[in-house]
């Protein structure tokens, strides 16, 4: 049996979506904390099993039976992240899970500049280990933060933003989910790797400026603002104090370069074209 942690969730949905192309319902386990939130993904022949991250015992039980299991990285951030994704390896493991696919970023590890890469790090190294066996899928970001980091420049103009020259190998999440149904479902193959699954290209901030102009016809452009000011903005909108630490590291992260590699495996995995970030803009 296939398993899927946040199977509500964005790329879960649109995961367990190109499952359901490739293996029958029967084999498939939802895993959920909610499951009113599977909506339409509530298909009858899948088993919905109910866990939080946080709840160990739960997350056992609901590995139950399941020899694949893909685990999507939490949606929380810091110590909460890390102490929920290594609670679903250890549940894993103590279930007799055979394999994880993991949902990582593009450079894990505990010298990233991205906190999330840090958390990611750690959980790759748990899944190791532990022994299993395991895909990692070290994603760039999706398409869809675009919308994020260009705030309201469709309508003023302006990207503000402290990513510097960074650039960013944007990438299509229902690229990535349909990728994931492939892996999780050609048994035996993509045995202890790790994929960097990006974009075809990497686009600078005033690289996505121009895309706005473009694919949108707005007269945009792109301004570099220091981070301290990034900083006072998202205080003064009541941004929580961790995450403005989550959200700064990024933008860090994005001047370093942590999101600008670009690497062909997506489409070798697909075995077609990426979708491409100027058509997702132009449908903005
Ligand atoms: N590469 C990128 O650009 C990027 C961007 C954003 C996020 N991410 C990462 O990629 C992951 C998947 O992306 P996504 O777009 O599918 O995110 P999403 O739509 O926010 O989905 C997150 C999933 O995690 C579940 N979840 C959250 N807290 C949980 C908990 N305590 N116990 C059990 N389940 C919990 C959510 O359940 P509910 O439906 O109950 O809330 C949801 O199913 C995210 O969680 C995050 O780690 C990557």
């Known amino acids: 049996m296939i398993a899927l942690t946040g199977a509500s969730g964005h790329l879960g949905q649109l995961t367990l979506t190109h499952l359901l192309q490739k293996t029958p319902a029967s084999q498939l386990v939802a895993i959920v904390r909610d499951p009113a939130k599977l909506g339409t ?13 946080d709840d160990t015992v739960a ?43 993991y949902t990582s970023t593009l450079v894990p590890g505990a010298d990233a500049v991205f906190l999330a890469g840090r958390t990611c790090g750690a959980t790759e190294q748990a899944i190791k280990d532990r022994g299993l066996a395991y895909t990692f899928f070290r ?73 706005l102009n473009a694919r949108k016809g707005v007269d945009a452009a792109y301004l570099d603002i220091p981070e301290a000011d990034f900083v006072e903005e998202l205080g003064k909108a009541g941004v929580p104090q961790a995450e403005i630490e989550f959200t700064v590291s990024m933008a860090a992260s994005i001047r370093a370069g942590e999101f600008e590699a670009v690497d062909d495996r997506l489409e070798k995995l697909l075995g077609r074209k990426r979708r491409a970030v100027s058509t997702y803009i132009g449908e903005l």
């Open 41 to 53: 993904h509530r298909h009858p022949g899948i088993a919905i099993r109910t866990a939080d991250y």
């Open 139 to 211: 994603n760039s970001m999706y398409f869809e933060t675009i919308p994020l980091f260009i705030g309201n420049a469709l309508q003023d103009g302006v990207i503000y933003y402290p990513g510097g020259n960074g650039k960013v190998s944007f990438v299509s999440r229902e690229d990535i989910a349909e990728a994931l149904a492939i892996v999780l479902t050609e048994s035996g193959q993509h045995e202890n790797v790790d994929y960097r699954i990006t974009g075809a290209e990497a686009l600078s901030f005033a690289g996505l400026a121009g895309l």
């Open 59 to 101: 997350l056992e039980e609901a590995l139950d039976g399941v020899e694949t299991l893909l685990q999507v990285s939490s949606s929380a951030s810091g110590s909460v992240a890390s102490r929920q994704e290594l609670n679903v390896v250890q549940a894993a493991a103590a279930a007799g899970v055979r394999k994880i696919v």
